[in-house]
């Protein structure tokens, strides 16, 4: 069917770079819609003091007492920081995402936790409390859930 009407191959291509011009040069425009991976007052960097005893109450004998970290981005990236915490201090990677109060989290970039469990978290002013991660390997889960976290400055 011939509705009559044809369509010259440079307007097209002029329609394309406009569209593409306008694009570029307005960024905020392509980012409209995009979600969020995890919920604003969860993102920043966290601090908390974990003791040897407490490790070993939970059977951990490999870890370290001392100053423990995690930073959270916007784009669904949390990172593990070991004593002393400074951001220097990787220990491992790993997903997030956030739906109301449940945080998920991918198995760690080192392989250490293969499981992809959940957590309830709650933020109170500057403290993170994490609760949940049973089915969680017990290294990541104390780390999160033992002693709330204290958002750092």
Not at 19 to 31: C, D, K, N
Not at 60 to 67: H, L, M, N, P, S
Not at 137 to 145: P, S
């Amino acid at each position: 069917m011939n509705s009559g009407l044809t369509a010259k191959p440079s307007l097209l291509i002029a329609c394309v770079a406009a569209l593409v011009a306008a694009t570029v040069a307005m960024p905020g425009v392509a980012s409209v819609g995009k979600q969020l991976s995890v919920s604003t007052p969860l993102v920043g960097t966290w601090g908390k003091t974990i003791t040897s005893a407490t490790w070993r109450k939970h059977g951990i004998t490999y870890e370290d007492a001392g100053q423990r970290a995690i930073t959270v981005s916007q784009d669904g990236t949390l990172t593990v920081l070991d004593p002393p915490g400074h951001a220097s201090d990787v220990l491992t990677h790993m997903s997030a995402r956030t739906a109301g109060a449940s945080l998920f989290v991918g198995a760690t970039a080192d392989g250490f936790c293969p499981q992809h469990p959940g957590y309830t978290w709650n933020v109170t002013g500057t403290t993170l409390v994490m609760g949940g991660g049973g089915k969680d390997c017990d290294a990541r889960r104390v780390l999160f859930t033992v002693g709330p976290w204290k958002k750092a400055e």
